[in-house]
DNA sequence: TTGTTTGCAAAAAGTTTGCATAATC
DNA sequence: GATTATGCAAACTTTTTGCAAACAA
């Protein structure tokens, strides 16, 4: 019943923690891929699936509902700033609002409150080159599909 | 080069308030046929797209990547609590959240901050009926999937 | 040995697009 | 009359599942 280590569960592992920002399933595999491992896609969006529900990575959502990835830091999970031009993100200090959804979760009596937050914008990089919409004015498309479209499958 | 206004945009408006809660596109595709309505499935996602571009709606995204949409008060964006086990939404105070947001705006010097913040739990029936572990206790999928299921397409 | 994990191919689901037709301004 | 909206069917994307073979303990 336990979990067992396998090759393809350490070089997902450690393909992760190799990356320095939030990654798909889909480049991921491709990286590992591209670094002479074999394994599978699915064995990829397996163990991102499984290191999601202990909490070994956080998550960010792409507006087509996909899933990015990234390992999370010993000292618990983090919220990100996130530019919506190069997809580059920061994490930023995020007492407040655990301690803002900690008094909501008591207020309201519901159990097992947890909270999603994430913050997009426009980098200072990215907002000095482009236009000031606030829409895609850069190089890179706002949600990471460049990052991914030389992967395709 | 202006909107125009259709019957159909019209009913998915009327729909929309009629909604007590975030439902998903094809749920009020559903209602509106159910209500004897004309209309397409692809005009009321359009519709729906059009109205979050526009800041018309507020917008919940469920695990699977899909998106449920909520008629946004007159006074602006709300954040809700929303049962992981019945699906109901309530909106939360969260003025904290906004001012947090436009603080880590102005100390890194995005523009254009937007953000996301969602928080889940367990209602008190909820709560009450299943167990506690935080995992879909009750009657209901943690995501709507079921509300959506009965029209299936 | 025994129960897990893998990985391919195929399925699934929600959403978007092509395009001819219809409706609005 | 010119432009915009509609809606059907087909396409698309990402992620999941069935299942037999491979593997860790």
Redesign the interface.
């Known amino acids: 019943m336990g979990s067992r280590t396998t090759r393809q569960r350490r070089a997902v592992l450690r393909a992760l923690a190799t990356c320095t920002d939030f990654v798909a399933a889909q480049d991921l595999y491709a990286r590992l891929v591209a670094d002479a491992h074999s394994i599978g896609l699915t064995t990829v969006y397996r163990a991102l699936r499984e290191l999601e529900a202990e909490g070994g990575v956080d998550v960010i959502?792409e507006d087509?509902?996909?899933r990015l990835y990234r390992l999370r830091p010993a000292d618990g999970h983090r919220h990100y700033?996130i530019?919506?031009c190069c997809g580059r993100s920061?994490p930023?200090?995020?007492e407040?609002?655990e301690d803002?959804?900690a008094r909501?979760?008591t207020d309201?009596?519901?159990?097992?409150?947890?909270?999603?937050?994430?913050?997009?914008?426009?980098?200072?990089d990215c907002?000095l080159t482009g236009d000031?919409?606030?829409e895609p004015p850069c190089r890179l498309e706002p949600d990471s599909r460049d990052r991914r479209s030389s992967y395709a499958r």
């Not at 309201?108 to 200072?124: D, I, K, P, Q, S």
């Open positions: 959502r087509d509902g996909g700033l530019c919506r920061r930023v200090d995020s407040v609002v803002w959804a909501i979760a309201t009596g519901f159990a097992a409150v947890e909270h999603t937050v994430e913050l997009t914008g426009l980098c200072t907002h000031e919409q606030g």
